[in-house]
């Protein structure tokens, strides 16, 4: 059977029977017309993305920081840089945004690994054009690599949001508060 992801902005809340999402997270009108034509082509639902919105300044951001690098512990350390990936860690980002299409959760959507190389991380990096991006990366100290990044994508113009570009900690190194570490370090980054 097909499968596929819906951004719960594209479809109304409907009144009447809902469909739950497997992964936990939301559900959608068993009779919103788009939901009838897809399921009537064998596909059923498999996740729901969700979008969220933050006003910045956030207040505390640097307390929240601080929070969550204690928690992390001493075996990571954030790096940060706005636009190109320096040369150092031109690899380990290609190896973390292959690792993006395999392990980022997509509940049982199969995803094919989509390769990236030193090449085309330099090659994403010029195409940036007005919208620089703020990275933050975790280094794990004990191998010298990168185990995390997440990005964000910032508009020229500042009263347009900023956009999550993508976020991810290689399952090995999960349970560490690395992801929340990235996203406010990031904020915080992006804030200073």
Request: aromatic fraction near 6%; hydrophobic fraction near 35%; glycine fraction near 8%.
């Amino acid at each position: 059977m097909a499968e596929f992801t819906i951004d719960e902005l594209s479809i109304p809340d409907l009144p009447g029977e809902r469909i739950p999402s497997p992964t936990g997270f939301g559900s959608i009108s068993a009779d919103h017309p788009d939901v009838r034509f897809l399921q009537k082509r064998g596909y059923r639902l498999e996740q729901i993305e969700r979008l969220s919105r933050l006003a910045l300044p956030v207040n505390g951001v640097e307390a929240l920081v601080i929070a969550a690098q204690e928690r992390s512990g001493p075996d990571y350390l954030p790096h940060y840089w706005i636009a190109r990936t320096p040369e150092r860690w031109q690899g380990d980002l290609a190896n973390l945004l292959t690792h993006m299409s395999t392990d980022a959760p997509s509940a049982g959507l199969e995803e094919p690994e989509d390769v990236w190389t030193v090449e085309r991380v330099i090659e994403s990096d010029s195409r940036m054009g007005s919208r620089p991006r703020y990275t933050v990366v975790i280094e794990h100290l004990r191998t010298g690599h990168l185990v995390g990044f997440s990005k964000l994508s910032v508009p020229a113009q500042t009263h347009r949001a900023v956009d999550q570009y993508g976020t991810l900690v290689l399952k090995e190194h999960r349970g560490h508060a690395l992801g929340m570490l990235m996203k406010v370090g990031n904020i915080a980054h992006l804030q200073r």
